[in-house]
């Protein structure tokens, strides 16, 4: 097998593929992908968002493999299908996009929609930040054909609709052992992915939402893709015995956001199209609920705090519920409360109400639902919130100090473990 170079690519498309590139917000700007056949000139993106049936195709992938890969959204019974192909430098390609209806309904196809491609950050790029963002990139199957994402960086599709995510690649690092674990969450497990932490103190640089750099067109060389970015949390769980995937991004909540958006971006504000996606994992593992509870927590008023409330508590227990009916054990993680003050949320106690009612559903559903198990992170992190001793929070009291990424990926791994009744 020939080696290959990942680079920090810009890219722009021809002009009729429909490629749509953005840039995110990131600690890095780097694009990693593979150029299949002919990608014009230079323009970038860099993506700063962050299971299916067990067990997963054979990976690592093999040069000329083929194959097809699906989500399922239970909601409006459509199931999603991508077909891709395995490059000789091993970037998988989609070659097809369709859906159907289930159970019996005949696949449409779906190429001319726009789709977003997903993957992770490279370990050169992550190797001693703060926080491990995706890439994206959005185009009709024309675009994103033109590309070919290292099967390493778990390559993933997102339907048009944002209701499901595709994974193609998922569960890479790990070999066969007691099975599938995804961990799902906000920027707090993004912290758990970088190979190396900052020193001492504080391990946010800067909050989620700095600006980067403006687009650059330099070419920089960086490590050859092999085995991802490990990170405490993914060698917790390769110890335990797991095959692992581990998608962690900043701001997402447990319920999309009461706005007129896009479906795409208003995927991009939840994790629910992940947790459709690798709802077949032999166990999930879900932590959120910090930013809904921001959330309510910035209402203006009253009134408008106690609505935001309602709506989170109304559309959490059907997320919940929906994890609870199919796929199989989903390990809930309560959250931290105590102390937070970040963007001014407390506003009085407003976001320990919040976390505290949050916290309670998911108790109330993981003792009433056989598929559903729950882990007390919060209890642990209110013991150390900042300004403690021993506190395990950064000085935005959130986000993860040394400290708190040791004993979270600790928690999550005891979690992945934890099972089902």
Same mark, same amino acid.
Request: net charge negative.
């Given at each position: ?8 690519? +810009? ?14 917000? $990131? ?8 150029? !299949? ?29 083929? @194959?097809? $890969?699906? *989500? ?15 490059? $000789? ?27 977003? %491609? ?40 997102? &339907?048009?609709?944002?209701? *499901? ?6 569960? /890479?690092?790990?070999?066969?052992? #007691?099975?599938?674990?995804? !961990? ?16 001492? /103190? ?8 700095? &600006? ?5 067109? !330099? ?28 998608? /962690? ?22 994790? #629910? ?39 989170? %508590? ?14 199989? *054990? ?30 309670? %559903?998911? #108790? ?15 209890? +642990? /992190?209110?013991?150390?919130?900042? @300004? ?18 040791? =004993?979270?990926?600790?928690? %999550?791994?005891? =979690?992945?473990?934890?099972? *089902?009744?």
């Amino acid at each position: 097998m020939p080696a290959h170079t990942a680079q920090d690519q +810009q890219i722009e498309a021809p002009a009729d593929t429909g490629l749509h590139l953005r840039r995110h917000r $990131s600690t890095r700007a780097v694009l990693l992908v593979v150029a !299949v056949g002919a990608v014009a000139a230079i323009a970038a993106v860099v993506g700063v968002r962050q299971l299916r049936t067990d067990p997963p195709p054979p990976w690592p992938a093999q040069a000329a493999q083929i @194959g097809s $890969s699906t *989500c399922t959204d239970p909601s409006t019974n459509q199931q999603w299908r991508v077909s891709w192909e395995v490059s $000789s430098e091993l970037g998988v390609r989609p070659t097809a996009l369709h859906v159907r209806t289930l159970p019996n309904g005949a696949w449409l196809d779906r190429a001319n929609d726009r789709w977003q %491609l997903r993957w992770n950050q490279a370990p050169a790029e992550v190797a001693g930040t703060d926080f491990a963002w995706n890439h994206d990139l959005t185009a009709p199957l024309s675009g994103l054909s033109q590309v070919a994402v290292s099967a390493s960086l778990s390559p993933r599709f997102v &339907t048009p609709d944002g209701a *499901c995510t595709v994974y193609t690649a998922p569960f /890479g690092p790990g070999a066969p052992g #007691k099975g599938s674990v995804a !961990v799902i969450g906000d920027s707090l497990i993004a912290q758990l992915v970088p190979a190396a932490a900052t020193a001492s /103190g504080t391990t946010v640089s800067a909050a989620p939402g700095a &600006t980067t750099p403006a687009q650059t067109s !330099v070419v920089t060389p960086t490590a050859v893709p092999g085995a991802p970015a490990t990170g405490p949390l993914l060698t917790a769980l390769l110890d335990r015995g797991h095959r692992a995937q581990i998608d /962690g991004q900043g701001g997402r909540r447990w319920v999309a956001a009461q706005e007129e958006l896009d479906a795409l971006e208003l995927a991009n504000g939840t994790m #629910k199209d992940e947790l459709r996606g690798l709802r077949e994992a032999g166990s999930v593992v879900v932590a959120l609920g910090t930013n809904d509870a921001n959330w309510a927590g910035l209402a203006p008023d009253d009134v408008q705090f106690e609505s935001r409330l309602s709506w989170t %508590l109304e559309n959490l227990q059907q997320t919940i519920d929906e994890l609870a009916q199919r796929g199989h *054990c989903t390990v809930l993680l309560t959250m931290a409360a105590q102390g937070k003050v970040n963007a001014g949320t407390p506003r009085g106690n407003r976001f320990e109400l919040t976390a505290a009612r949050i916290n309670a %559903l998911l #108790k109330q559903k993981a003792d009433a639902e056989p598929r559903l198990a729950l882990y007390d992170w919060g209890s +642990q /992190g209110d013991q150390h919130a900042f @300004g403690t001793a021993d506190s395990w929070f950064g000085a935005d009291t959130v986000h993860l100090s040394p400290a708190g990424i040791t =004993a979270y990926s600790r928690a %999550l791994s005891e =979690a992945a473990d934890l099972g *089902c009744s």
